[in-house]
């Protein structure tokens, strides 16, 4: 699914008109969890979720890391050397829009029952981050 959504994102950022020198990368925020506690910090976090089933995938809707391909160099969005920056937050909003629509075309186009596999999304605005859920895996 990561890879299916990466893929997705980086042609809809093309179709924006993103040159072909740069790259964006959404930041995955959490993927696996532990049954052990070593999770610590995720306090709000249920103890059976999707996450410690390798089913949940957690990507930062306010952390991208823009890559000028040629040279390897990157920036990451949230930087605080670009927070008050006007065109900064224009670009995140754009690039954030663009993974909401990504999201939103890979949970319509999966309900259809020819689909490989079925997903969920919900955008959570006080973790700042979209938590995808791969709820099964149909049989072809």
Same mark, same amino acid.
């Given at each position: 699914?990561?890879?299916e959504i990466a893929t997705r994102f980086q042609k809809s950022l093309a179709n924006a008109g993103l040159p072909n020198d740069f790259t964006v990368r959404p930041i995955v925020t959490s993927l696996v969890r532990t049954f !052990?506690?070593?999770?610590?910090?995720?306090t709000n976090a249920a103890p059976d979720s999707a996450h410690t089933y390798g089913l949940g995938i957690d990507l930062s809707d306010r952390r991208f890391q823009i890559i000028h391909k040629p040279t390897q160099t990157y920036i990451t969005l949230d930087d605080p050397?670009?927070?008050d920056n006007r065109d900064s937050e224009r670009i995140h909003l754009i690039i954030s829009r663009i993974l909401g629509e990504v999201?939103? !075309?890979?949970?319509v186009e999966s309900n259809n029952d020819e689909y490989e596999y079925k997903v969920v999304f919900t955008y959570e605005p006080n973790a700042v981050h979209h938590?995808?859920?791969?709820?099964?895996e149909l049989k072809k």
């Amino acid at each position: 699914v990561l890879v299916e959504i990466a893929t997705r994102f980086q042609k809809s950022l093309a179709n924006a008109g993103l040159p072909n020198d740069f790259t964006v990368r959404p930041i995955v925020t959490s993927l696996v969890r532990t049954f !052990d506690g070593t999770n610590r910090t995720l306090t709000n976090a249920a103890p059976d979720s999707a996450h410690t089933y390798g089913l949940g995938i957690d990507l930062s809707d306010r952390r991208f890391q823009i890559i000028h391909k040629p040279t390897q160099t990157y920036i990451t969005l949230d930087d605080p050397l670009l927070r008050d920056n006007r065109d900064s937050e224009r670009i995140h909003l754009i690039i954030s829009r663009i993974l909401g629509e990504v999201l939103m !075309d890979l949970y319509v186009e999966s309900n259809n029952d020819e689909y490989e596999y079925k997903v969920v999304f919900t955008y959570e605005p006080n973790a700042v981050h979209h938590h995808i859920s791969v709820l099964e895996e149909l049989k072809k």
